[in-house]
C-alpha cells in the first residue's frame, strides 16, 4: 500500500499538458470534426456488456486520449488495479482490501466464494413450502437486491418483499397477505447491529412465532446465532455495499429467481443495451 502514487492528479505533468490541450480545443467545432474524420462517431465510442460510451461529441482527440492515458500512468493506475485485484487494503480509511470483483470471478474466484455461492444455491433449493420472501436490509443490504427483484421479477417462482425502514408500516405491508409457515425472513446486515434491521427482524422473528424460517446475512456469525437465525451465510468486510448484491445479500433474488439467472447475473450476461450520449449541451 505504501508504495502506492498518492500524488493528486493536479500534480502530475500530465495534467498541465492536458488543461493546454483542452484550451486549445475549446473553440473546435463539432460539425467540423466530424468532417474532417468520417470514422469518429465510431471511434470515439467505449462498449461493454449492455453498455455503449459515446463521447465522439465531445471536444477531444487522439492527442487528448493520449495526454489522458499518460494521467492515468503517472497516477500509477496500473498498480492500483493490481493491487485491487490482489486483495491489498486499498480502502485507507478502514484499512480493508476491496475485493468485490472477486464476486464475479467466475472459476477464478477464491474457494471461499465458490463454497458461499455453492451453499446459496443448496439452501434456494430447500425451500419447499416457503412462498414469501421478506427481506430486511438498508442500505447496501437493500438496494441492489431490491433492484434485481424488481427488475426482474416477472421471471420469480418466489413473491419478495422488502422492510429498509424502521416505521413499523414499512413491514407490516411486506408481511401483509402473508402466513408464517409458508414465509422466510432474511436479515442482511454486516455487523448484525444495524437499529433498522434488528428492530424489524425482531418483530418478523416474533411474528413467525418459530413456524417460518429466519436467514441472517452477516459477518457477525456469533450475533446472527445468538438471535435465532436458522442458517447463517457469510458477508465480508472487503465487500462494499454497493456491491453486496454479488455477494450473499443477494440471497433473497437468488432464492426467488432461480441460481441459473442469478448465475447470469454474476456473469454480465446482457441481452438488453444502454447507450450513453455525452454530446455537448
Known sequence: MNSLSTLAPTGCPAWAKLAAHAEAWRAARLSELFAGDPRRGAQFVARAPGLELDYSRQ???ALGLRLLE????????????????????????????????ALRARDAAPAEVKQVLARMRELAQGLGGIRRIVHLGTGGSDLGTRLVVDALGDKAALEVRFAANIDPLDLARALQ?????????????????????????????????????????????????????????????????????????????LAALGWQAFDELLAARV???????????
Request: glycine share 10%.
Open 59 to 61: 471536444r477531444i482527440g
Open 70 to 101: 499518460q494521467l492515468a500512468a503517472e497516477r500509477g493506475f496500473a498498480d492500483w488495479r493490481r493491487a485491487l485485484y490482489s486483495g491489498a487494503a486499498i480502502n485507507a480509511s478502514e484499512n480493508r482490501a476491496v475485493r468485490h470483483t
Open 177 to 253: 397477505g402473508a402466513e408464517p409457515q409458508s414465509t422466510l425472513v432474511v436479515a442482511v446486515s454486516k455487523s448484525f447491529t444495524t437499529a433498522e434491521t434488528l428492530a424489524n427482524a425482531r418483530t418478523a422473528k416474533a411474528w413467525l412465532g418459530g413456524r417460518g424460517r429466519l436467514y441472517a446475512v452477516t459477518a457477525n456469525e456469533a450475533a446472527a446465532r445468538a438471535f435465532g437465525a436458522a442458517q447463517v451465510l457469510p458477508m465480508w468486510d472487503w465487500v462494499g455495499g454497493r456491491f453486496s448484491v454479488w455477494s450473499a445479500a443477494g440471497f433473497s433474488a
Open 271 to 281: 441481452t438488453g443495451r444502454m447507450v450513453v450520449d455525452f454530446s455537448l449541451r
